[in-house]
């Protein structure tokens, strides 16, 4: 008689941090959450990245997560990869953030595309898309002040 070994993995989900929530930072605008990126963010002038900031009920930040790196002019969102990593930290909405090296603030085809990818995907979960900023190491620009979210 021939025996299969039908082993299959254990997945472990997990959340931690370090931050009583009476230290988080809360978000009340764009240009908090602006001001809470430029303390993270890797770099603005050569590479295109792309986070999420990751917020409670009462807007407090319970975290930050790259959800990727790209080239010069671009990267590439997986809005599976953003839920993930939102379900896993227990976030009730998300602000979306990617830099533009050229310094160019304007909002592109494709920055609309996944902006609407990830707010539709986020009203099935109940994990609302709050903004999507486009930054420099100067400045910003807010879907949702733009009234594109």
């Known amino acids: 008689m021939n025996l299969i070994d039908y082993s299959v993995a254990e997945i472990t989900v997990s959340y931690s941090h370090r931050i009583a929530a009476r230290d988080r930072f809360k978000i009340y605008s764009s240009q908090d959450a602006y001001t809470v990126c430029q303390q993270f963010w890797p770099g ?8 999420i900031l990751l917020l409670n009920r009462a807007n407090q930040v319970l975290g930050v997560h790259q959800v990727s790196k790209g080239g010069f002019t671009g990267t590439v969102i997986d809005v599976r ?7 896993k930290a227990c976030a ?10 050229s310094g160019n603030l304007t ?20 994990i609302q898309l709050l903004d999507h900023l486009i930054i420099t ?5 807010s879907m949702a002040d733009n009234g594109l979210i």
């Open 44 to 51: 603005f002038d050569h590479v295109e990245y792309f986070y």
């Open 81 to 87: 990869v953003v839920y993930q990593v939102a379900l």
């Open 92 to 101: 009730t909405s998300i602000i979306a953030v990617h830099n533009h090296p």
């Open 107 to 126: 909002p592109s085809d494709a920055d609309g595309v996944i902006t609407k990818k990830i707010s539709e995907a986020g009203k099935l979960l109940d």
């Open 137 to 141: 190491s100067e400045s910003f620009y």
